[in-house]
């Protein structure tokens, strides 16, 4: 039954076009991270090119390129605020709509004839959540993969793909505690609207 109602929120949130939605957006983050990434790369390049131009004409060393000097997944630096801020807020909308829609759509009173009883229901509409929004960082994870590999011209070592794993995962985490908080503001209040507004109460 879990599996079942699991399911259930996923195909939910897939043709109601909330899922596309949320990957979009996040992909969109992720993308402009390397895109700044990239356009910092240039110009540190750029100006590192005239400076040693420059030096050579006075006949003198020229220092190491600055942007060698800096972590190679310093590019995606910008997914460390876009994930708290944005991701948070996507993440809460998320686990709003896996309850709220249940009670305004009768779904939830369907769902209970036919034997569920309430904990099986709450956690399959968690384990649907959590999978939606491993699917979504799974995205990102791609994209900043990608990224990486076109700005540094370089495929990343292990070490750099093991950090970009263990960030994305204490993201789902983070991510998945917000889900949990716009389900149970819904839980607890009558109001669609007042759950709403308390959850982003608490993203704030």
């Known amino acids: ?4 109602i699991a399911a259930q ?3 939910s949130l897939r043709r109601q076009r909330v899922f596309l939605s949320l990957l979009v957006t996040l ?3 992720t ?3 390397g895109v700044l ?3 910092s790369h240039h110009t540190i390049t750029r100006v590192y090119d005239e400076a040693v131009a420059l030096l050579a004409v006075g006949g003198q060393p020229a220092p190491p390129n600055p942007f060698e000097l800096k972590p190679t997944l310093s590019l995606l630096s910008n997914m460390a605020v876009y994930i708290p801020l944005i991701g948070a807020l ?3 909308v998320l686990g709003h709509l896996a309850m709220a829609d249940d009670q305004s759509d009768g779904v939830a009173r369907l769902i209970f004839t036919r034997g569920a009883s309430r904990w099986s229901y709450v956690l399959g509409k968690v384990l649907g959540a959590a999978a939606v929004l491993a699917a979504i960082l799974a995205a990102s994870l791609v994209v900043s993969g990608v990224s990486l590999v076109v700005v540094n011209q370089a495929v990343p070592t292990l070490s750099d793909l093991g950090r970009l794993a263990l960030f994305y995962g204490l993201s789902w985490l983070y991510l998945f505690m917000f889900a949990l908080v716009g389900m149970v503001t819904v839980l607890l209040t009558r109001r669609r609207s007042l759950a709403l507004l308390a959850g982003l109460g608490v993203w704030l």
Do not use: K, P
């Open 37 to 39: 990434g990239w356009l």
């Open 90 to 92: 996507v993440a809460l």
């Open 27 to 29: 992909l969109v983050m």
């Open 31 to 33: 993308s402009l991270a």
């Open 9 to 11: 929120q996923v195909l």
């Open 1 to 4: 039954m879990i599996a079942t």
